[in-house]
């Protein structure tokens, strides 16, 4: 996020007051290269041992704008234990909403005057096979032209209740956001208007971008030449 991006009646990147994470989180323990177990590592890179690690919560102040759009969104009508954590890293700040609390704070955001994110730029999906209980994340990013602010919120959902609830009817530009987070990583929006695919065809089974995906493919042939497809291949697991 640059200067540029900053309320001119606030301050600057630079003179925002640091509000780093104390704590980091580690979600997962990578091993091996490319998830390889065992004797089947040829790799040269079996006791590689790499944790995934997420920054953590910040406390306030946060610094900055920062605090006032923190106050105003935990004091609008219901959203009063809304806000999981918020973390502030690289000078950018993150809400993590829950995610039974996600379309009220929507609407609040969009509509207080303090506030106006009006311009929903969209959301991705991610997918943490080793963050037990919230394996996927939605993550949306907000801009507000009024004072000239950007946000991030964060929903977590268990990969067992993949659903968050659809906003849509806040911001009508996440229609096809949605469907492409519900096409490539299976979290279902609730109260979407039409959750279909996107990218892939009506009947394709699974979701491409979750980690747990098969590898797959097909088989090719050249100049007499046979590769079979990667699912095929050596096992490394």
């Known amino acids: 996020m640059s200067d ?10 630079a003179e925002l007051q640091k509000s780093d994470a104390t704590e980091l989180e580690v979600i997962e323990v ?23 690690v997420m920054p953590g919560a ?4 946060y610094g900055g704008w920062f605090d006032e759009v923190a106050e105003r969104l935990a004091s609008g009508e219901g959203l009063h234990d809304a806000i999981e954590k918020v973390v502030v890293h690289r000078g950018e700040i993150t809400f993590f909403i829950r995610r039974e609390s996600l379309l009220q704070a929507a609407w609040h955001l969009r509509d207080d005057a303090g506030l106006r994110f009006e311009l929903f730029s969209g959301v991705s999906g991610v997918h943490y096979p080793g963050d037990t209980g919230r394996e996927l994340h939605a993550v949306y990013h907000l801009l507000s032209m009024t004072h000239n602010r950007r946000i991030r919120l964060e929903v977590t ?12 009817a806040v911001y009508p530009t996440a229609d096809w956001h949605e469907r492409e987070v519900w096409d490539m990583f299976g979290i279902v929006f609730d109260g979407h208007p039409h959750l279909t695919r996107i990218l892939m065809p009506d009947d394709w089974p699974g979701h491409p971008q979750r980690k747990d995906y098969p590898l797959g493919g097909i088989d090719v042939e050249f100049k007499g030449g046979f590769i079979p497809a990667p699912d095929n291949r050596r096992s490394y697991s």
């Open 157 to 168: 959902a268990p990969e067992e209740d993949p659903t968050v609830p659809s906003v849509v």
């Open 58 to 61: 910040s406390q306030p102040p």
């Open 4 to 13: 540029e991006t900053q309320d001119a009646s606030h301050e600057t990147r």
């Open 30 to 52: 990578r091993e091996g290269a490319f998830g390889v177990h065992g004797t089947g590592d040829t790799s040269g890179f079996g006791g590689l041992r790499r944790p995934v």
